[in-house]
DNA sequence: TATAATACCTTGCATAACAAAGTACCATAA
DNA sequence: TTATGGTACTTTGTTATGCAAGGTATTATA
């Protein structure tokens, strides 16, 4: 869910994400990452174009897509109603 | 966390769990909760006692060890973090 | 033409949630 | 006394996923 709201705000190539996570102190690396991309780009949340880099190999930029965009929202609300159970259950003592 | 935070309140065992966590709208099944409760144990979290049932088999009652309500504290506190790190993250739109 | 930096990708391991099936205990009815 | 049903605990096999580690490819620079 926080990889689809970093990229619902921009499109960003996969350091992007990791780094813009990393200043939340939320540690993700490649080998989770890049696995991750390529099972929502097939489920079709997510979708990509190449960009040249101004030093080293092309980027692809990844953007949501409708379909993205609406699954966004509903996990989203689903996290929401986690958090209120959870605290619902947590806040007893 | 959810499963300390019930036994943090009263000694329960695995049914009694399982009834809580639906009525707060959160599913776990006895396939995952006893493995999880054997690991707990064995790692000092928690520990057991048998109760005669009024019906059917002994119970095993879970309580927390000292070790657990540490834990459990720590752990609480991770949560918060997690969930202030999301809210941060989501909350731009 | 090496070397370093950047970017993407893959493999293998460990962990954990779950479905499903199994074992054991106890009360009650046939 | 034996079968049945309910309760409780346990185990097995499948699947998914995070990660460490290693690999491939592109570009700029020494």
């Not at 409708?66 to 609300?77: D, I, N, V």
Request: charged share 25%; hydrophobic share 35%; glycine share 4%.
């Amino acid at each position: 869910m926080c990889i689809l709201a970093i990229i619902s705000e921009e499109d960003v190539y996969t350091s992007d994400i990791i780094e813009k996570l990393k200043t939340k102190n939320l540690i993700v690396v490649e080998g989770t990452l890049y696995p991750l991309l390529t099972r929502l780009k097939k489920s079709g949340i997510l979708d990509y174009y190449w960009v040249e880099s101004p030093s080293g190999p092309p980027r692809k930029y990844f953007k949501l897509t409708e379909t993205g965009k609406e699954f966004y929202r509903e996990l989203h609300q689903s996290w929401n109603e986690l958090v209120q159970a959870v605290s619902n259950i947590t806040s007893k003592n």
